[in-house]
């Protein structure tokens, strides 16, 4: 079965007589990463992902981003791509035809280490370790999901991932999608340009980062603290941990536990 994708990222260009669509097939970039998003609506990609850094960096084909519209895989005329829940209840849940079909299609000619992830509420929820350990992926796919979930039986048959955005419940996994994609794609070299800016922020060690200013000097009475005008590496490094301990401990206690569970065992 054919299915209507479209590849996001670096283009050849060339000279035409013919406007070129924003968005056109695009051969893969070997040894990119490349996430993959399997959704009933493909035209919510790349979304806010074009703009900015991530942007810039799909652009120079340092990620690259390819969305499968689940609806081509659907069902008679209409393309059916949901039915009722089993047993009843209210909604509908996408059918496991459809998406076995969408997900060998997606998978084929994938290599390496290549995790599929379907967005959902009940999975484990996203963290800076699971963003890192993608980043160190061939690439991922990414099942978005709407109305009332997915046919269980292609979460087992497929070893499919769970992950979840937070602890609410939202229309579909596509918002998620993108938070994930962002926060990993930072991740890959060359994409913020100094690695450095990665190993200092939140989570990155376990504590949340410290606070941060710049100019002006004085604003609206408020001053930066003197230890970060002193130029004494050293002090400032030593501040900007306890601010971070002290910030960890006042507002993720659970995040401090464990920090303190490294510790001991260090």
């Known amino acids: 079965m054919s299915a209507q994708n479209k590849s996001h990222g670096r283009k050849a260009i060339r000279p035409s007589f013919k406007p070129r669509e924003l968005m056109t097939p695009t051969p893969d970039l070997v040894g990119v990463w490349k996430a993959k998003i399997m959704t009933l609506f493909p035209n919510a990609f790349p979304g806010i992902l074009a703009e900015s850094l991530t942007g810039k960096a799909l652009q120079e084909g340092l990620w690259q981003l390819e969305t499968v519209d689940l609806r081509q895989f659907g069902i008679g005329k209409h393309r059916n791509v949901d039915d009722t829940p089993a047993g009843g209840g209210a909604g509908m849940v996408l059918r496991a035809d459809v998406l076995g079909d969408a997900i060998e299609h997606t998978m084929a000619g994938t290599v390496g280490n290549w995790p599929l992830i379907y967005l959902s509420p009940r999975g484990r929820r996203m963290d800076q370790a699971l963003m890192q350990d993608l980043s160190r992926c061939d690439g991922v796919t990414l099942l978005c999901g709407r109305f009332e979930g997915v046919d269980e039986r292609?979460?087992?048959?497929?070893?499919?991932?769970?992950?979840?955005?937070?602890?609410?419940?939202?229309?579909?996994?596509?918002?998620?999608?993108?938070?994930?994609?962002?926060?990993?794609?930072?991740?890959?070299?060359?994409?913020?340009?100094?690695?450095?800016?990665?190993?200092?922020?939140?989570?990155?060690?376990?504590?949340?980062?410290?606070?941060?200013?710049?100019?002006?000097?004085?604003?609206?009475?408020?001053?930066?603290?003197?230890?970060?005008?002193?130029?004494?590496?050293?002090?400032?490094?030593?501040?900007?941990?306890?601010?971070?301990?002290?910030?960890?401990?006042?507002?993720?206690?659970?995040?401090?536990?464990?920090?303190?569970?490294?510790?001991?065992?260090?």
């Open 154 to 266: 292609v979460l087992q048959h497929y070893g499919i991932q769970e992950v979840s955005l937070g602890d609410f419940v939202m229309t579909g996994g596509e918002i998620a999608a993108q938070a994930m994609i962002d926060a990993t794609v930072r991740l890959i070299p060359g994409v913020l340009g100094n690695q450095a800016s990665t190993e200092e922020e939140s989570f990155s060690s376990g504590l949340l980062e410290h606070p941060q200013y710049t100019r002006p000097a004085e604003w609206k009475g408020q001053t930066i603290p003197d230890v970060l005008m002193s130029g004494h590496h050293g002090k400032i490094a030593e501040w900007r941990q306890k601010m971070s301990e002290d910030i960890t401990q006042a507002r993720r206690p659970d995040l401090w536990q464990a920090h303190q569970d490294r510790k001991k065992k260090d």
